[in-house]
């Protein structure tokens, strides 16, 4: 008797978080695909089985082919910066100098507010008469449309994404960091490694797999951005903002076709699980054997 309690154990624990994976994720994962299947542009109450028209329809829409490129441009200026500098940052906080956690909390300030308010301040410091503005004017440069200009306002958003993002990651870094043992710095200085040198050969290599997971999580969020474009750009100026998730959220909640957004969410899902396996693949070849 007591083994078999011991036994099932584990799974009394897992439960919970089992039935809350169940309620909001596994239910409206398949509740998803099942929308995709039909077509709610008519009657939102009484939708009709389209079989695969929601994808025919989406894929041929040009909106929607300008939206995922739209992702993955975004996607591209925000994740090497997000994979690069935070690590850069954390290798100088890292080092024995004085008032460090000072440094961590400043660099880490912007994690803990809001993203709502951020991308209003930016969006005040992009304001025609804002003070970006202000200070190109002090320099005699002519001011920019940072979010009137089509191809300024996707870099104007993705800042802010990176603003965002550049202490949470650097945290990630900083635990990694703390697993390296000094005994290989020491050895790469008795070596005669100088301060580049000794990241490059026992830093990198030791924490490959923080910078796996920093470069996963960072693609993941870059696919999915959505507060960023809604409180500052609303996918303006002629959509050179609108993303995958945006076009969703329209699709779903101005448009009322559920048919149309849930293909794109499935189509989106697929995106993501793509960009996680070459993640994986490429970060850590060497663990997974196909």
Same mark, same amino acid.
């Given at each position: 008797?007591?083994?078999?309690?011991?036994?099932?154990?584990?799974?009394?624990?897992?439960?919970?978080?089992?039935?809350?994976?169940?309620?909001?994720?596994?239910?409206?994962?398949?509740?998803?695909?099942?929308?995709?299947?039909?077509?709610?542009?008519?009657?939102?109450?009484?939708?009709?089985?389209?079989?695969?028209?929601?994808?025919?329809?989406?894929?041929?829409?040009?909106?929607?082919?300008?939206?995922?490129?739209?992702?993955?441009?975004?996607?591209?200026?925000?994740?090497?910066?997000?994979?690069?500098?935070?690590?850069?940052?954390?290798?100088?906080?890292?080092?024995?100098?004085?008032?460090?956690?000072?440094?961590?909390?400043?660099?880490?300030?912007?994690?803990?507010?809001?993203?709502?308010?951020?991308?209003?301040?930016?969006?005040?410091?992009?304001?025609?008469?804002?003070?970006?503005?202000?200070?190109?004017?002090?320099?005699?440069?002519?001011?920019?449309?940072?979010?009137?200009?089509?191809?300024?306002?996707?870099?104007?958003?993705?800042?802010?994404?990176?603003?965002?993002?550049?202490?949470?990651?650097?945290?990630?870094?900083?635990?990694?960091?703390?697993?390296?043992?000094?005994?290989?710095?020491?050895?790469?200085?008795?070596?005669?490694?100088?301060?580049?040198?000794?990241?490059?050969?026992?830093?990198?290599?030791?924490?490959?797999?923080?910078?796996?997971?920093?470069?996963?999580?960072?693609?993941?969020?870059?696919?999915?951005?959505?507060?960023?474009?809604?409180?500052?750009?609303?996918?303006?100026?002629?959509?050179?903002?609108?993303?995958?998730?945006?076009?969703?959220?329209?699709?779903?909640?101005?448009?009322?076709?559920?048919?149309?957004?849930? !293909? !794109?969410?499935?189509?989106?899902?697929?995106?993501?699980?793509?960009?996680? !396996?070459?993640?994986?693949?490429?970060?850590?070849?060497?663990?997974?054997?196909?």
């Amino acid at each position: 008797m007591q083994k078999f309690q011991n036994k099932f154990v584990p799974y009394i624990f897992l439960m919970p978080a089992g039935v809350i994976l169940t309620v909001f994720f596994f239910i409206p994962f398949f509740q998803t695909i099942i929308l995709s299947f039909q077509d709610y542009s008519l009657d939102i109450y009484s939708p009709s089985f389209v079989a695969f028209q929601n994808y025919i329809t989406i894929l041929k829409s040009p909106v929607f082919l300008k939206t995922i490129l739209n992702t993955f441009y975004f996607l591209i200026l925000c994740v090497p910066f997000l994979v690069i500098f935070p690590l850069f940052l954390a290798i100088l906080v890292n080092q024995k100098i004085k008032g460090k956690t000072i440094y961590k909390l400043l660099i880490y300030l912007p994690v803990v507010i809001s993203i709502v308010v951020v991308a209003i301040a930016f969006k005040w410091l992009y304001a025609p008469n804002g003070l970006l503005n202000y200070f190109l004017e002090l320099l005699h440069i002519k001011p920019l449309g940072w979010l009137t200009d089509p191809n300024v306002a996707m870099i104007s958003v993705a800042l802010v994404t990176i603003f965002k993002g550049i202490g949470y990651y650097m945290m990630i870094y900083l635990a990694g960091l703390m697993s390296v043992p000094n005994d290989l710095y020491e050895a790469a200085e008795v070596d005669g490694a100088d301060e580049i040198t000794k990241h490059l050969t026992v830093t990198i290599p030791h924490i490959m797999p923080t910078i796996a997971l920093v470069s996963t999580i960072s693609s993941i969020s870059a696919l999915k951005v959505f507060v960023e474009i809604y409180v500052i750009t609303r996918g303006g100026p002629l959509n050179s903002t609108k993303t995958m998730v945006y076009y969703i959220y329209e699709k779903a909640f101005e448009n009322l076709d559920l048919g149309v957004a849930s !293909a !794109a969410c499935v189509i989106l899902l697929l995106i993501v699980l793509v960009f996680s !396996a070459l993640n994986i693949f490429v970060f850590e070849k060497g663990k997974y054997k196909v």
